[in-house]
């Protein structure tokens, strides 16, 4: 089977046809290979100097060398790609975890203030310190008129007070975010079938333009 010196076939056999030799890696000794070294030299592997080495296509699909329009720059015997692949977090897209939050509160709060209490002018044992004030001076153990019911109530606007509230109030949040996901890379791979590709290395020598 003719073909051109560094030729690249696909091939379904299980054989490299005469002249040819599967895509491996494999180094070829210079002297033996001159044609062919002078075709690809080193770029695929081995020193330059006594060997050279194949392209190794055993799980690769090749690709054109060179830019194409909003392409990257790819130069021949360049290799890339993964089979497997972990996304980074700029890789992630947007997206929402759950926060469970248990908030606990202590307060230290003291008050400070002073009252003033308005007074009937009279002692406690009369009627004059009515409607249910206390009395200007007290009788015995009495501040108030013995006339006023069990059921009376301190006059409203008795007493007025006047208080300063101060203190701390500490708030505590615990939140967990929910976890998501693992670790594992996932298949970078498209649907393959597996072939052979096979090169000449004995066979017509092409003519530069």
Same mark, same amino acid.
């Given at each position: 089977?003719?073909?051109?010196? $560094?030729?690249?076939?696909? @091939?379904?056999?299980? @054989?490299?046809?005469?002249?040819?030799?599967?895509?491996?890696?494999?180094?070829?000794?210079?002297?033996?290979?001159?044609?062919?070294?002078?075709?690809?030299?080193?770029?695929?592997?081995?020193?330059?100097?006594?060997? @050279?080495?194949?392209? *190794?296509?055993?799980?690769?699909?090749?690709?054109?060398?060179?830019?194409?329009?909003?392409?990257?720059?790819?130069?021949?015997?360049?290799?890339?790609?993964?089979?497997?692949?972990?996304?980074?977090?700029?890789?992630?897209?947007?997206?929402?975890?759950?926060?469970?939050?248990?908030?606990?509160?202590?307060?230290?709060?003291?008050?400070?203030?002073?009252?003033?209490?308005?007074?009937?002018? $009279?002692? $406690?044992?009369?009627?004059?310190?009515?409607?249910?004030? @206390?009395?200007?001076?007290?009788?015995?153990?009495?501040?108030y008129s013995t006339a006023a019911t069990g059921t009376d109530v301190m006059n409203a606007n008795v007493a007025t007070i006047n208080a300063?509230?101060?203190? *701390?109030?500490?708030?505590?949040?615990?939140?967990?975010?929910?976890?998501?996901?693992?670790?594992?890379?996932?298949?970078?791979?498209?649907?393959?079938?597996?072939?052979?590709?096979?090169?000449?290395?004995?066979?017509?020598?092409?003519?530069?333009?």
């Open positions: 089977m003719d073909g051109f010196l $560094g030729e690249i076939k696909w @091939f379904a056999g299980t @054989f490299a046809p005469a002249y040819w030799q599967f895509c491996w890696g494999q180094l070829l000794n210079i002297s033996e290979y001159s044609s062919l070294f002078a075709v690809i030299g080193n770029k695929y592997g081995g020193d330059g100097i006594n060997n @050279f080495a194949l392209p *190794d296509l055993r799980c690769r699909v090749p690709i054109g060398a060179g830019q194409g329009p909003g392409m990257t720059l790819r130069n021949i015997a360049d290799k890339g790609g993964n089979e497997m692949e972990q996304l980074s977090l700029d890789q992630m897209g947007a997206h929402i975890h759950q926060i469970s939050n248990n908030a606990t509160t202590t307060s230290n709060l003291t008050a400070n203030g002073s009252a003033a209490i308005l007074c009937q002018s $009279g002692t $406690g044992n009369s009627d004059i310190p009515k409607d249910n004030y @206390f009395a200007g001076t007290a009788r015995g153990t009495n501040s300063n509230i101060g203190g *701390d109030v500490n708030v505590n949040v615990l939140s967990q975010c929910s976890v998501v996901g693992g670790t594992s890379p996932h298949d970078n791979m498209q649907p393959w079938l597996c072939l052979n590709l096979i090169i000449c290395v004995e066979g017509i020598y092409p003519e530069r333009p």
